[in-house]
Each structure stands twice: as C-alpha cells, then as structure tokens.
C-alpha cells in the first residue's frame, strides 16, 4: 500500500509554470536535502504517483512530488517565487 500523499491542484500550477519556462529551482525537500535543478517536466507513474524530472549537475532525476517540501526560481524575471509544496 502506498503512503504518497498527492500534491493540491493549486500548488500543481506553479511546477507546470517551472516547467513551461525551464525556471532554474532552488529545490527544499521533506527530508531537510536541498538541490539546484532545471524544471524539466512531471509525470504521472502507473500507481498514480506524481514526479517532478528536474537536470542537476550530475544528470537528470525525478523527485516525487510528496517530498517536495518548497521551490524558488533563481530566473530574474520568474512569474512567482518561493513556494511552500508541503508542512514546514
């Protein structure tokens, strides 16, 4: 049985901008880990899971979206900024 908890709708919108514009993320995860990646796309898997593929320095990787905890663009002219994905 999965614990993957689905991210709001609303908070779905500012990945799918990141995504759109390839925003560079300061990217905070649930587990205190934080990276710098480019907003690549999302995706579903086949047990409904949500994923964000992001390009880091060592390559390309999903995250999945229930351990994202908050992301800021570091682009000049980003349309938002930091935003709070899960509980602080």
Known sequence: MSTYKPLHCDLHDYLEIACLCGYTLDIELTNG????????????????????????????????????????PLDKDARFGRVLLGDE
């Open 33 to 72: 880990q934080r990276l710098t990646a480019q907003a690549i796309t999302t995706r579903n898997s086949s047990t409904r899971e949500e994923f964000l593929e992001v390009e880091t320095a060592e390559g390309r990787q999903e995250i999945s979206l229930d351990q994202l905890l908050a992301i800021k």
